[in-house]
């Protein structure tokens, strides 16, 4: 198969299908619907509340789960050089087979007044695509985990108290899922989270409420892939945040702990000295009669990381200060001609700002762009290489063929590295993910093309096709076609 | 509205799926040859019951449920003696521990959950005549989400009403593997346990007690100091109810629990822990509220009986 000619395949499907679901938007334009309500889902807890012996709509307790395998396939692509000179974070010009299995409980409880628990241990068998390397934020699953095994491996992903304080204004419905309560809160409120999150449960939240497991597969849709949130390698944190909900509008802000280590599981708890800052400004509006919503986030990280120009001077000023020679944590390059951030971590200080719309443009379709430009001084120490991105897609539900629990979507992702980033891979160095041994520098691009057939209500069995354009950033390798195949089961 | 025949059979292919995967779970965690085992012998009661380790079978009511939060620390829960009698190392000198549970209830039946998790597992390493023992070095930094060996249980009311002076009941629970052998968290493999419950109330006077099997796959003998196949269980508590206004009372007095391995009944692997308690709750309502403290001290300190532990919890519980 050839490559270019399937990336022109590609834009065509991509065109007619965004034509399709334009013109169904219009056809069907009558409200900004949510998504589908309670009433339509299956689960225990509506089990328990048809037999009348729970109150799903003002809940004590809940309890979920969740169920995803996910298998990929990556055809082998043209690759002039791959682990040039020793280093060693390409993505493998191989044909290679990937896949994520991963089980998942979710546990609630009201614990008083206007608080609520929860308690979430999961279990993730996995085997990436050469080691997670070689791409930035165009890996092709976001179940994926650094360090990630094919033995399964149990774990808490989340444990943490949320406390709500109304302060009056309407009274809105929430209802029963996971991490949610079945509630009513007031449209005006304070929220305090504390305890152990990915701060993705509150901060950049998925588009539309879509479940990012019936969603897009690529990890450069689940947030801004220049969003290098403090976590640890399975992209959990410890920390706080508090929320002002005033009707329309809310903000946020949040204090996390980042890795010890840059994209490692153990958490350095010095909140003081290294942590990880977020605010982000929320409002949710109505254009011609459909929702929308618009959000600016802005991060601040203080982690012990290498900025790409110290690790360079150093190189250039000592040559024997190399990526063979580290005596410091550092990813096992072996190219000796190399600079390596080994030699430059230090307590320093990465920001990035971005901005998040979605919208809809009919009965459950909807339109929704993110981008965010970080600084690109220092290197990934969590999310993914890139330093800035810029996402746009587009989501429907099925209704329209008579399918409304189906999901189809199509989008794409950018991603760019700060000139500073490309001159030190190019270097041959290496960071968290990417780094050839050389680099043509380009823009990472990645179309994701899916779609979700729902069967029995509580499966969803999906198909997704990726074409990813200039491999980790550069456009000597590529381009890769990803082929995907989802199971996910609810209850 | 989905009748409950057709969420049975969409239920049922869910449930196979996942007991595939946690079989596939047990069996490649099976596989690992890491040394160690599951050293903590703090086998709580089922959330709801009462004690920290005896269950004082006073369940009842329609649909009811509770939920717990227990944590606590231990000094010393396994100290090795060499084969010449004397010298002696602490291989996990500290460990602290986390553990949410929950139940569910009805009428005299109790379905429950128990999620630990350690939060500080350290020792010291060393060699002992021929064994090379390597501590652990387990805290919440290094390792931000382990979970340990996971708990699901049922627990039946058999015999008498609350309040009576005997009741009597049984309870199984399934013991799935997570974590690591060499944290000495895991046995990393299934296990189970069977008990015999009793409990009654004698006025202000309250008592409960259990005789049970641990069915524990792993037998590490003859190395020292490790799980040597299925063990006896054994405990009993007691104490007095100091009753207040509205529906709360402090119950306070001592359990004192153990097991020994049926390889060696009452010799040499024979662990035994006595714990002074105290709980402040208050029952009668819907929503009651229990908050429990205990600090013991071993009186057989082996095979995983803590040199001294304090313990402390608090449990939401009720029923409609």
């Given at each position: 198969m050839n490559p270019p000619s399937m990336f022109d395949v590609t834009k065509s499907v991509i065109a007619v299908l965004a034509s399709l679901i334009l013109a169904v938007s219009v056809a069907s334009a009558q409200n900004g619907a949510p998504?589908?309500?309670?009433?339509?889902d299956f689960s225990l807890m509506k089990m328990l509340s048809d037999k009348g012996v729970h109150d799903i709509d003002n809940e004590g307790w809940n309890a979920y789960g969740q169920f995803t395998y996910i298998s990929s396939w990556k055809p082998a692509f043209n690759a002039p050089?791959?682990?040039?000179?020793?280093?060693?974070n390409s993505l493998l010009p191989t044909a290679e087979r990937s896949f994520t299995g991963t089980a998942t409980l979710y546990l609630g409880a009201r614990?008083?007044?206007g608080a609520e628990g929860y308690l979430v241990p999961e279990v993730i068998s996995e085997q990436p695509f050469?080691?997670?390397?070689?791409?930035g934020g165009a890996?092709?699953?976001?179940e994926l985990q650094k360090g990630?095994?094919?033995v399964p491996q149990v774990y808490r992903s989340r444990l943490f108290l949320k406390q709500t304080i109304g302060l009056g204004g309407k009274s809105i419905v929430e209802d029963s899922g996971p991490l949610q309560l079945g509630t009513h809160y007031d449209s005006r409120r304070l929220v305090f989270v504390a305890g152990n999150f990915t701060v993705l449960d509150f901060f950049d939240t998925n588009a539309f409420d879509i479940d990012p497991r019936q969603g897009?597969?690529?990890?450069?849709?689940?947030?801004?892939?220049?969003?290098?949130?403090?976590?640890d390698a399975r992209g959990y944190s410890y920390g706080g945040i508090a929320e002002f909900h005033w009707d329309d509008w809310a903000v946020r802000y949040g204090r996390i702990t980042p890795p010890k280590?840059?994209?490692?599981?153990p958490v350095d708890f010095r909140l003081l000295k290294y942590y990880g800052d977020q605010t982000e400004i929320e409002h949710k509006h109505s254009l011609h009669g459909q929702e929308g919503m618009v959000r600016v986030l802005a991060y601040r990280n203080r982690e012990d990381m290498g900025r790409f120009s110290d690790a360079i001077t150093a190189f250039e000023a000592d040559?024997?200060?190399?990526?063979?020679?580290?005596?410091?944590?550092?990813?096992?390059?072996?190219?000796?001609?190399a600079p390596d951030l080994c030699w430059a971590r230090k307590p320093n200080v990465k920001e990035g700002v971005g901005g998040f719309v979605e919208q809809y443009i009919g009965h459950d379709i909807g339109v929704f762009a993110r981008g965010m430009y970080a600084d690109g001084k220092t290197e990934v120490?969590?999310?993914?290489?890139?330093?800035r991105s810029a996402t746009v897609g587009v989501l429907a539900k099925g209704t329209s063929w008579s399918r409304p629990k189906d999901l189809v979507g199509v989008g794409t992702n950018l991603g760019w590295i700060s000139d500073i980033h490309a001159k030190y891979l190019g270097m041959g160095g290496v960071d968290g993910f990417v780094g050839d041994g050389a680099i043509t520098a380009a823009v990472e691009r990645s179309v994701d093309l899916f779609y979700s057939a729902n069967f029995q209500k509580i499966y969803w069995l999906s198909g997704d096709y990726q074409h990813i354009t200039?491999?980790?950033?550069?456009?000597?390798r590529g381009p890769v076609n990803v082929f995907t195949v989802r199971i996910h089961g609810e209850f | 509205m989905a009748s409950f025949k057709s969420i049975r059979g969409r239920v049922w292919p869910l449930l196979a799926a996942l007991s595939v995967f946690w079989c596939f779970v047990s069996s490649a965690e099976a596989q690992q040859q890491a040394s160690g085992f599951?050293?903590?012998?703090?086998y709580q009661s089922a959330p709801?019951?009462?004690w920290f380790v005896m269950d004082d079978l006073d369940i009842s009511g329609r649909l009811g449920g509770a939920i717990s939060a227990t944590s606590g620390y231990e000094r010393n829960p396994l100290v090795i003696t060499g084969p010449d009698g004397k010298q002696k190392l602490a291989v996990v000198s500290q460990e602290a521990f986390l553990d949410i549970g929950g139940s569910v209830t009805h009428d005299r039946f109790r379905a429950y959950l128990n999620i630990p998790m350690p939060l500080l597992v350290t020792g010291t390493s060393g060699k002992l005549g021929p064994y090379q023992y390597t501590a652990p070095n387990l805290t919440l930094g290094s390792s931000p989400d382990t979970v340990s060996d996971g708990r699901i249980g049922v627990d039946a009311r058999l015999f008498g009403q609350p309040g009576d002076l005997l009741r009597l009941g049984a309870g199984a629970q399934l013991i799935f593997p997570s974590g690591n052998r060499s944290d000495y968290v895991s046995d990393a493999r299934y296990g189970g346990m069977l008990r015999f419950l009793a409990a009654g109330d004698a006025g202000a006077f309250r008592y409960a007690g259990q005789l049970g099997v641990?069915?524990?796959?792993l037998n590490d003998a003859p190395?020292?100091?490790s799980p040597n196949g299925n063990e006896f269980l054994y405990g009993i508590s007691g104490g007095r109810t100091f009753a207040g206004p509205s529906g709360w009372a402090v119950i306070a007095g001592p359990e004192i629990f153990g097991e020994t391995a049926f390889h060696s009944f009452f010799s040499g692997e024979t662990g035994t822990e006595a714990l002074m308690t105290g709980r402040l709750e208050q029952t009668g309502t819907e929503h009651n509220l229990r908050i429990k403290l205990g600090v013991g001290h071993a009186l057989q300190q082996n095979?995983?009986?803590?040199q001294w532990r304090i313990v402390y919890g608090v449990e939401l519980f009720g029923h409609k």
């Open positions: 998504a589908p309500r309670p009433d339509d050089y791959t682990n040039l000179n020793g280093s060693i614990l008083w007044k050469s080691q997670l390397r070689g791409l890996i092709q699953n976001f990630g095994a094919t897009f597969l690529g990890l450069g849709f689940m947030t801004y892939a220049a969003y290098d949130f403090a976590s280590q840059p994209n490692q599981l040559p024997a200060k190399n990526a063979t020679t580290c005596t410091t944590f550092n990813y096992g390059s072996n190219n000796s001609t120490y969590a999310y993914t290489s890139t330093d200039d491999p980790g950033f550069n456009a000597a | 599951a050293v903590e012998r703090f709801g019951g009462g641990h069915l524990r796959p190395v020292p100091g095979f995983g009986a803590a």
